[in-house]
């Protein structure tokens, strides 16, 4: 049997996992900085964790603890409250061009509301449309305003409690978009302003072994003291990356990198572990003076006080490993004198946006709210186990369509299996004899698991999972399709086992909500049971009694009574969620299905009709009905009926009618293909 495998960034290599405590396993993930909305960068963190959390768990049956930190203490925080330059002055400070661009982007935003209030300005009776440019305005110019506003009045700020308004806000909005893509919530959450005195008290060993130093009311990590020790070295994921002053700068926040600041480090490799504030930034007391946790050394701590010295899982972004987590692993390991307080890291790939880097601080990023109402919860979550975990990820139109056409396929095949289970028999009657296609389609059944289990194994390959998942559908509905052309019932137990398995693996991906035993949930997971054994008796019963009316107006040629039975099927039921499917010397197919999908299908068929309509060329259009017309002219108009008499001069003045209306039709076909419009 595989054993399962996950990619370590520590080794980076897929390395047998071993948790330190028989089935238990402890894992810390970093959780976000809350000062703006959740973006699709965080969804691409917290779904493929909750995807690795629930399989570990659901699948391999490992007892997970999972602890998460809110980030409350920051120097994004505060400067999204009190930055501390004049906000043009950093545009033309700013060497990087991402954020240069980024900043102009601003400026020209609140340029272009200041001009819109101006015009409304001048425009008499007109208060409405000024408080919305007002509001406009105030909305654009926030971070503008924000930098002014600390520039002038910043230092009075004596008040932590105006540091914590933000977060709290932000963190409840982030803890909704988490329901909101079923996310689990993890079984702890640490917030750093509750864990002030334990970074404290972490900051003081830290010194005492030999590892931390004060320098004008801060405490600074000595990365060199560290790396000379017999039992540590620094940056045991990014090597290479030791001395990247950019990415340093970075993890030490936008008010710690001033030239003061900078120089009272003993190396520019040297990290805080706190920092001294100044007036008008968060502080706490400590036996260093006034100040505030750095940003490494509150995972570090949190972490430690829930798990201990040691734990199995770590869990980040990719943009963490340096300097953030490299930095985490060294001073934890420098306070408990060890060199393996994390055995696991997994760092989840970069999210694009249509190939595009995307940046919460660029302010270049989709929120979560935005993205569900382009797609479902479970749409985005099948994208995400589409693609490998710790790979690059782009959200695109493509890679979403993707998603939705595999959601699409996935509910085809429950909804048909579920009307299977639903045709009646005897309890002996489910039991028939297996032919070589049930065979050969068990057999298929059981290597696709052994597949699915092997892929699992291999670093929880989602990927490889979601494609022997679509293989086994496809052969399923193959088997279904030969067994209807056979005026055969399917093998209702094979297909009974195949699909609970399949709803059951997605299921555990957190896909599928509710327990229901076979497919999606029907109307919300909260009344999908309810809904689908309620109302299915009294549609099975419409169904029936359909296809007896349709039966015998056939017999009879009662055109009128056939035409309201397709008008109920294809107008008035998809309006209530319900589709039926009828096949020639079958029963008809009844499934429930979501409402606006049903919608959508309509109103592509209409446009399929229309455009197969289209394609018909005026001279061919009356050709095909020869019980009706037996000669035609040179442009294929009918001139005699059947009997072979010539058309009346009603009959020809009515279809010549219908000849021009299609010859319109065909023409503007013709000038779509022209257009590239048509296929």
């Not at 996935?410 to 004899?433: C, H, S, W, Y």
Request: aromatic content about 10%; proline content about 4%.
């Amino acid at each position: 049997q595989p054993k399962l495998r996950l990619y370590n960034s520590l080794t980076r290599n897929k390395d047998v996992f071993v948790p330190q405590n028989g089935r238990k396993v402890t894992w810390y993930c970093c959780g976000p900085t809350v000062y703006d909305a959740s973006h699709m960068g965080h969804a691409r963190s917290y779904i493929s964790f909750d995807i690795l959390r629930r399989v570990l768990k659901d699948y391999f049956k490992y007892d997970v603890f999972y602890c998460m930190n809110i980030t409350d203490i920051d120097d994004k925080v505060s400067v999204r409250l009190c930055a501390r330059n004049p906000f043009l002055q950093k545009l033309n400070e700013t060497k990087d061009p991402d954020k240069k661009q980024m900043l102009d982007k601003i400026a020209k935003a609140v340029s272009e509301a200041v001009k819109r209030l101006e015009e409304s300005i001048r425009q008499p009776a007109n208060e409405e449309e000024i408080h919305k440019q007002t509001q406009v305005l105030l909305e654009e110019a926030a971070d503008l305003l924000s930098e002014w506003l600390d520039f002038q009045h910043g230092a009075e700020v004596s008040d932590n409690s105006i540091f914590s308004q933000l977060p709290k806000f932000w963190e409840g909005d982030y803890h909704k978009d988490m329901d909101a893509l079923n996310v689990l919530p993890p079984d702890v959450l640490t917030r750093v302003s509750e864990y002030v005195p334990e970074i404290v008290q972490f900051v003081e060993k830290i010194v005492d072994n030999g590892y931390g130093y004060v320098s004008n009311g801060s405490v600074y990590f000595s990365t060199a003291k560290f790396h000379s020790s017999d039992r540590h070295y620094y940056a045991k994921l990014v090597p290479e990356a030791v001395g990247d002053q950019k990415a340093l700068q970075e993890g030490e926040g936008d008010l710690s990198i001033s030239a003061d600041r900078l120089s009272e480090k003993q190396s520019q490799n040297d990290f805080a572990l706190w920092k001294a504030s100044k007036p008008g930034e968060p502080s706490w007391d400590s036996p260093w003076g006034k100040g505030r946790p750095g940003w490494h050394i509150e995972c570090s701590a949190m972490a430690g006080s829930i798990l201990g010295e040691s734990m199995d899982i770590h869990g980040g972004g990719f943009d963490l490993r340096f300097p953030h987590h490299d930095n985490e692993l060294a001073q934890s390991e420098a306070y408990y004198d060890n060199d393996h307080w994390v055995r696991y890291f997994l760092h989840t790939g970069h999210l694009t946006i249509a190939g595009c880097k995307m940046s919460k601080s660029l302010k270049n990023f989709i929120t979560i709210k935005d993205a569900l109402q382009r797609n479902t919860a479970r749409q985005l979550r099948l994208a995400f186990l589409m693609h490998s975990w710790k790979d690059t990820l782009d959200y695109s139109n493509n890679t979403m369509e993707s998603a939705v056409q595999y959601e699409k396929f996935m509910n085809e095949f429950f909804l048909t299996v579920k009307d299977i289970l639903r045709a009646p028999t005897d309890i002996t009657g489910q039991f028939v004899k297996w032919e070589s296609q049930e065979i050969e389609l068990n057999s298929s059944f059981y290597e696709k698991k052994a597949a699915v289990h092997e892929a699992l194994c291999d670093n929880i390959d989602t990927r490889t999972v979601m494609e022997e998942i679509r293989s086994l559908v496809s052969q399923c509905n193959s088997y279904i399709a030969a067994k209807k052309a056979a005026k055969q019932p399917p093998n209702r137990m094979l297909l009974e086992s195949i699909s609970s398995y399949l709803t059951g693996m997605l299921r555990i991906f957190g896909a599928v909500e509710g327990e229901d035993p076979i497919g999606f949930p029907v109307g919300g997971s909260a009344q999908s049971l309810n809904l689908e054994s309620t109302v299915m008796p009294y549609l099975q019963v419409l169904s029936q009694f359909r296809e007896g009316v349709r039966q015998i107006a056939r017999e009879n040629k009662v055109f009128g009574v056939l035409q309201l039975c397709d008008a109920l099927r294809d107008d008035v039921l998809p309006d209530l969620g319900v589709r039926l499917e009828d096949h020639e010397g079958l029963p008809t197919v009844v499934k429930l299905v979501d409402k606006e999908t049903l919608l959508k299908e309509r109103e592509e068929k209409k446009k399929a009709a229309k455009l197969a309509k289209m394609k018909i060329s005026p001279s061919e259009m009356f050709k095909a009905e020869t019980d009706k017309y037996s000669k035609y002219d040179e442009t294929g108009f009918p001139t005699h009926d059947t009997e072979g008499k010539e058309l009346s001069k009603g009959q020809i003045k009515k279809l010549r009618k219908l000849y021009e209306t299609q010859e319109k039709l065909h023409n503007d076909f013709l000038h779509m293909i022209q257009n590239g419009g048509a296929d």
